[in-house]
């Protein structure tokens, strides 16, 4: 089946911990992007890369890392330097000009 | 700067009747759009899709609406049905940029 798959679906941090979330697709598609979605704010953009070993940061990235060292693979670093941690994460990918599919989400939470 | 705007965070309708959400954009460079439906807890999946160069699409009860002079597009479900129930974002990319923006979502609640 082809599709994009985000691990874990909960994750729990402890405050100063850093901790990635993996996301990876069989689709083929050159970009992947990161949400986050926090209520009544809508998915908002924290990075994206358009091909391997590139990305652009999008407009909420202080407190993130990612690497695309491979085309199926991006996965998300949620550091100690991300104030407010706690949130849904969806990861996506597309080709260009169509329509971008979304993986199921991580609930990531601090304790 | 919200790029795109949902200004309605909440709709009910009844079942069997239309539903028409609407959204909102500023950037004029945008020149695709798109429509996601999203249950809790899980992603959002595509419903229908509009390039700047049509003014119309539809797929079975989907119709999306583009009025570009505006900055305006809208969503039209008919007819609504219960399963419809759900947040629905609206989202907005520029040709060659990858970069999708969403506004802030409507939730449908279809009531039977």
């Known amino acids: 089946d082809g599709g994009i798959t985000q691990s874990p679906k909960y994750l729990f941090r402890k405050e100063g911990q850093n901790v990635t979330l993996s996301c990876e697709q069989n689709?083929?598609?050159?970009?992947m992007y990161w949400y986050r979605q926090d209520p009544g704010q809508g998915l908002r953009l924290i990075y994206y890369?358009?091909?391997?070993?590139?990305?652009q940061k999008g407009d909420i990235a202080e407190g993130y890392s990612v690497s695309r060292e491979k085309k199926e693979s991006f996965p998300l670093t949620v550091t100690s330097a991300q104030k407010n941690p706690t949130a849904f994460y969806l990861c996506?990918?597309?080709?260009?000009?169509?329509?971008?599919?979304f993986g199921q989400g991580t609930r990531l939470t601090v304790v | 700067d919200q790029q795109v705007k949902q200004n309605s965070p909440s709709l009910s309708v009844q079942e069997g009747r239309i539903s028409i959400l609407n959204c909102d954009y500023t950037?004029?460079?945008?020149?695709?759009f798109l429509w996601y439906k999203k249950y809790p807890a899980e992603g959002p999946t595509f419903l229908i899709s509009?390039?700047?160069?049509?003014d119309k699409n539809e797929d079975g009860r989907f119709t999306v609406f583009l009025n570009k002079s505006a900055k305006h597009l809208s969503l039209h479900i008919v007819p609504s049905q219960p399963g419809d129930s759900a947040v629905y974002f609206c989202?907005?990319?520029?040709?060659?940029?990858?970069?999708?923006?969403f506004g802030t979502g409507t939730r449908l609640k279809v009531l039977a």
């Open positions: 689709l083929n598609h050159d970009a």
């Open positions: 996506a990918s597309s080709r260009a000009n169509t329509e971008a599919f």
């Open positions: 989202a907005a990319t520029h040709s060659g940029t990858y970069k999708y923006i």
């Open positions: 950037n004029s460079m945008f020149d695709y």
């Open positions: 509009i390039s700047s160069i049509k």
């Open positions: 890369s358009q091909i391997v070993n590139d990305f």
